[in-house]
């Protein structure tokens, strides 16, 4: 597996843990009000540090691979997959922008925008997976 | 997914002294997996990609790649 398909799965698993640990507990309103920054702080700097460590360990495991720059098919594979997380992105863009319709206050729409951003880059690092396995 | 644009890399490798992958790889200038994803046809390579493969082994384009036109429409 090259260097940058375990950078990829790395960044999609801590994502899918961000987004149960920050987005679950927020949604379904078990975290309000003056909690819910805390919260976020918490999250966020763990998610952080859970990338810097395990992208240290990889690279420090394989520091060729981690220092060379992406070849032609690591380059392809990176636009390919921004592509198509671009699409999920607009599209939870404007849905969030719908909700306005709906009565949503901006806090809501903000949230949602920010879900948006987070399953767009969850997309992105699974479609880097998928070309790496399948072929691109 | 397979590529339409077939090649005789893997045998060539193993008739220069079964140089390896990253061998190749370092002389072209691409990943290990890169050229794993080439020899399986999971990747077509540049044409720039394509000629220093068949520098490296110091044959004619056609002799490393082939066109396969069923697959290719």
């Known amino acids: 597996m090259s260097f940058r398909e375990k950078s990829a799965w790395i960044s999609a698993v801590l994502i899918s843990l961000f987004l149960l640990s920050y987005f679950v507990p927020t949604l379904g309103g078990h975290v309000s009000g003056a909690q819910r920054l805390h919260h976020f702080l918490l999250v966020v700097l763990t ?19 981690a220092r060379a720059p992406k070849d032609e098919r690591e380059r392809l594979i990176a636009l390919k997959a921004a592509r198509i997380s671009y699409y999920v992105l607009m599209v939870g863009a404007l849905s969030s922008i719908f909700t306005i319709h709906l009565g949503a206050g901006a806090a809501r729409i903000v949230g949602h925008m920010f879900l948006s951003v987070v399953v767009a880059e969850l997309v992105r690092f699974v479609s880097i997976i998928v070309f790496h396995r399948r072929g691109v | 997914m397979s590529c339409a644009v077939l090649n005789r890399i893997k045998e060539l490798r193993f008739d220069r002294d079964e140089m390896t992958q990253q061998d190749l790889a370092d002389r072209i200038g691409v990943t290990r997996q890169t050229v794993n994803a080439i020899e399986l046809g999971k990747y077509s390579p ?18 490393v790649f082939q066109f396969d036109e069923k697959k290719g429409g």
């Open chain 1, 47 to 65: 998610f952080a540090t859970l990338e810097i460590v395990l992208h240290a360990v990889i690279a420090i495991r394989s520091p060729r691979d």
């Open chain 2, 46 to 63: 540049s044409l720039e990609v394509a000629f220093r493969i068949a520098a490296v082994f110091g044959v004619p384009l056609e002799q």
